[in-house]
């Protein structure tokens, strides 16, 4: 069975512009997570959606957003990049409560 | 509020050696379920082993246990035999079990393994 999967793996943008990933989760997995990692804040929860709902949603100001596809594939957004968005971030699938598999993680860099 | 406090920054342990790595965990559910995840230099975050609430038994895989004391709200990892490439970091993460999965992360703890 294949694993979890994220595109692009590495981003360069620039201040101001937006960004868009995306996460494929393990096949009939339909809970999607997404983090971000950095050096200073550790990794921190950004949303989970569930059958196309978002179903929680971390402490990220608006300019983060999300959504979930028919077939569990989801992408994230961020608008107005700001230097503090460089970030490894990573996307997680679950069946549903249980073990959450994580994909290798897309590393964006803002200049 | 859940928090996950992983007080050991860094180790370093010889080869073939045992390791514990420390995790204490707080949260008002009494339902809920604790993880390990390995993150090597290469970014990805790998699922090591799971520990739910109202598991009787510690959870182990392979050469991985999990020592689980819940009354002292601890789940301490245990790395039997280790091997160079046991060099990671390693995080402890806790999650509800009811609704939405979210996970909160300890700050990791960097094993150096030496040879």
């Known amino acids: 069975k294949a694993g979890v999967t994220q595109t692009p793996r590495y981003l360069i943008k620039t201040r101001g512009q937006q960004v868009t990933l995306s996460c494929s989760p393990i096949s009939g997995h339909r809970s999607v997570s997404w983090y971000q990692q950095t050096p200073g804040q550790g990794l921190q929860f950004l949303f989970e959606y569930f059958s196309e709902t978002q179903r929680n949603k971390g402490n990220f100001p608006g300019r983060f957003s999300g959504r979930q596809f028919s077939n569990s594939r989801s992408e994230m957004n961020v608008s107005t990049l700001e230097l503090g968005d460089s970030a490894l971030y990573l996307c997680?699938?679950?069946?549903?409560?249980?073990?959450?598999?994580f994909g290798p993680g897309t590393r964006l860099t803002v200049t | 509020a859940q928090k996950i406090t992983q007080t050991q920054p860094g180790m370093f342990v010889q080869e073939k050696e045992a390791v514990t790595l420390d995790c204490t965990y707080d949260t008002s559910d009494q339902s809920y379920g604790l993880f390990w995840y390995k993150q090597p230099s290469s970014g990805e975050m790998i699922f090591l082993i799971y520990q739910g609430s109202y598991d009787e038994q510690n959870a182990t895989e392979g050469r991985y246990s999990l020592n689980f004391q819940k009354a002292r709200k601890s789940a301490n990892l245990v790395i039997s035999a280790s091997q160079l490439g046991d060099s990671a970091m390693y995080f402890c993460a806790l999650t509800i079990i009811q609704g939405a999965q979210k996970l909160v992360f300890g700050q990791g703890t960097r094993l150096t393994i030496n040879p």
């Open positions: 997680a699938s679950s069946l549903d409560a249980g073990e959450q598999y």
